[in-house]
T-cell receptor, first 112, second 114 residues
């Protein structure tokens, strides 16, 4: 029972490089989310998805794109990384809000 | 809109001390309430939840009671351990929320000293 798996766990990028963060869940959840967590700022929602093939913007979507081609996977892309995107990124999934979210263990990204 | 306010940390306690972390909320509709815990270097884990007024959620010695009249969901533990050192997040979700989303508080860091 893996839950929510994020890859990679750590990454260092140079400014302007691109990368994709992968989130995979094995619980058949409809809803999936990407958050970033910065020191002293709590969690901020980047993008979310309410089902396969759908995505929507959250609180801080600029500089990021997402795709949900398969129900179990939610990809977060950075097309041209900037130092301001240095953060810890968390993926979460949910069946319904009443059950809460299941979080992945995070990806620590540093952009230099 | 919905919002969650938590007491600012860090909260520093000695082992076996009593813990209270305050959480108050504003919500449109009748929310469900949650506490999440984040241990160092890990993701958030659901600690406990309550879905209606006067419900008490409990887990691992932690408790929180859904108080509709004071719009609060304070987290308590009678005797903390060093292993409880973590960041604690209060959160809510309201019905008919289009994105099925949780609204999180800013988190409260707890440090327990031996």
């Amino acid at each position: 029972n893996a839950g929510v798996t994020q890859t990679p766990k750590f990454r260092v990028l140079k400014t302007g490089q691109s990368m994709t963060l992968l989130c995979a869940q094995d619980m058949n959840h409809e809803y999936m989310y990407w958050y970033r967590q910065d020191p002293g700022m709590g969690l901020r929602l980047i993008h979310y998805s309410v089902g396969e093939g759908t995505t929507a913007k959250g609180e801080v979507p600029d500089g990021y794109n997402v795709s949900r081609l398969k129900k179990q996977n939610f990809l977060l892309g950075l097309e041209s990384a900037a130092p301001s995107q240095t953060s810890v990124y968390f993926c979460a999934s949910s069946r319904t809000a009443l059950y809460g979210y299941t979080f992945g263990s995070g990806t620590r990204l540093t952009v230099v | 809109g919905d919002s969650v306010t938590q007491m600012e940390g860090p909260v520093t306690l000695s082992e076996e001390a009593f813990l209270t972390i305050n959480c108050t909320y504003t919500a449109t509709g009748y929310p469900s309430l949650f506490w999440y815990v984040q241990y160092p270097g890990e993701g958030l884990q659901l600690l406990l939840k309550a879905t209606k007024a006067d419900d008490k959620g409990s887990n691992k010695g932690f408790e929180a009671t859904y108080r509709k009249e004071t719009t609060s969901f304070h987290l308590e533990k009678g005797s903390v351990q060093v292993s409880d050192s973590a960041v604690y997040f209060c959160a809510l979700s309201t019905p008919n929320n289009a994105g099925n989303m949780l609204t999180f508080g800013g988190g409260t860091r707890l440090m327990v000293k031996p």
